[in-house]
């Protein structure tokens, strides 16, 4: 290792999903080691063998990978290394820093002493030692406690700088004194303000989806998440929003993480979303998209569909659920559109004229989006009702829906065949 590289790490315990906190932290450990073109090193804090599981492993690399967080080395499994926590453990037995309990190691915590946490966020943070009973150095069943766990792998790791949630601010002193007592140098210490929901509590189940894993199965794109929680701890500046990673690894500075707490809301990263869809490439978008939809979709038809709504819709499920008309012949149609539907049909002179529309369309040999459109105008002007009349009782029989892209693409786009088809039910 040479002097001065940067070595981070990100340290999950696999006891459940990639929370939206940890993601954010794993990104930040990321973007410094990319920034100062240090290193990424992964540590899996699989200790606790009861809840500890190989899916939520699993999950948590994919969620990171998808994240576009890649890491440096092999990763580290803090369960193959019980015997490397007990040599250094022994060590503070020797010096008479440790007592046993038992086949527990315990570490005798001095008294009356101030620890001085410097934290590149928060800056000095005072401890008293008095404030910290006795450590637990390896528990009973030969596995260690997470702190010592945690100084004994961040040394041998050759980690530079700890980022991580500002939860374990009250860890570090602890951490502290086992440096000393080992007689390490200690690593830079950033802790991250920990990330809150919209209304001011602890981010929790209760303000929606907390995983990583669900934001992705219901069709947010991975830039756009990562975009958001980067926003959730550092800025931009001059009120800029939406960043690729590649721009914010050349200006990320780990002095620059903000330090007031976060507050996450789902709207601003359905918006976030929105935008990065729009920015997307149409075919990339409808490579997404193709499972979802339906099968064997011709990919031609299926980009212009994203093409129609790209700019319409905050995810991908939503799309999915904006766009079934023209992807399966039964459709929903929503309550209140079908309501609509027969308060304008309900009207003879409308139901007349809606009746015409279909026939001059029959005749149409160009069934493109402006002979369509001039066959309504002209229908509407001969019955002397608002074109309105005619385009939202079609819009619903040919889509299921009130809103939705201009209604002479979407008919353009589905064909004369199907609308036709669509509109005859109704007549
Ligand atoms: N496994 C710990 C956590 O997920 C790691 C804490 C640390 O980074 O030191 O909170």
Redesign the pocket.
């Known amino acids: 290792m040479t002097e001065g590289t940067v070595r981070v790490?990100?340290?999950?315990?696999p006891t459940g999903y990639l929370h939206l906190g940890?993601a954010r932290?794993a990104l930040f450990n990321w973007l410094y080691a990319r920034h100062t073109n240090g290193k990424l090193l992964l540590r899996i804090?699989d200790t606790d063998k009861t809840r500890s599981k190989g899916e939520f492993l699993d999950e948590i690399l994919d969620d990171l990978k998808w994240l576009g967080i890649d890491w440096d080395e092999k990763p580290i499994f803090q369960s193959e290394r019980t015997s490397t926590y007990k040599k250094y453990a022994s060590q503070l037995l020797d010096k008479r820093l440790a007592y046993k309990e038992g086949e527990a190691i315990i570490f005798k915590v001095p008294k009356s002493r101030n620890i001085k946490v410097r934290d590149i966020v928060h800056g000095e943070i005072d401890f008293n030692t008095d404030e910290i009973k006795d450590q637990v150095l390896i528990k009973s069943d030969g596995f260690p406690a997470?702190n010592f766990a945690?100084v004994v792998d961040?040394y041998e790791m050759g980690i530079t700088h700890?980022i991580?949630?500002a939860?374990?601010i009250s860890?570090t002193p602890k951490q502290l004194l086992f440096y000393e007592a080992l007689e390490l140098n200690p690593p830079k210490f950033a802790h991250m303000p920990l990330m809150m929901g919209k209304d001011g509590a602890k981010l929790s189940k209760r303000h929606g989806a907390v995983a990583v894993v669900e934001y992705k199965k219901e069709g947010f794109l991975p830039e756009a998440l990562s975009n958001y929680l980067l926003l959730l701890g550092w800025s931009p500046g001059k009120d800029r929003e939406i960043i690729s990673l590649e721009e914010v690894i050349k200006l990320f500075k780990i002095e620059d993480i903000s330090n007031v707490q976060a507050r996450f809301d789902i709207d601003k990263l359905r918006w976030i979303n929105g935008e990065c869809i729009k920015n997307k490439d149409t075919k990339v978008l409808a490579n997404l998209l193709k499972d979802k939809v339906a099968k064997d979709i011709n990919q031609n038809y299926l980009e212009k569909v994203v093409d129609l709504y790209k700019t319409r819709f905050h995810t991908l499920s939503e799309l999915t659920t904006l766009t079934k008309a023209f992807f399966i012949e039964d459709f929903p149609i929503d309550v209140e559109a079908q309501k609509k539907l027969e308060k304008y049909l309900k009207d003879s002179k409308t139901k007349k004229a809606f009746a015409e529309f279909k026939t001059d369309l029959e005749k149409l040999k160009n069934f493109n989006k402006e002979n369509i459109e001039k066959i309504c105008r002209d229908i509407a002007k001969k019955y002397n009702i608002k074109p309105a009349a005619i385009i939202h009782p079609t819009r619903v029989a040919i889509s299921g829906k009130i809103v939705g892209a201009g209604l002479f693409e979407m008919m353009e786009l589905l064909g004369k065949k199907k609308v036709l088809e669509r509109l005859e039910k109704y007549l």
Do not use: I, K
Request: aromatic share 12%.
């Open positions: 790490r990100f340290a999950p315990s940890s932290t804090e997470y945690c961040d700890v991580r949630g939860d374990h860890n």
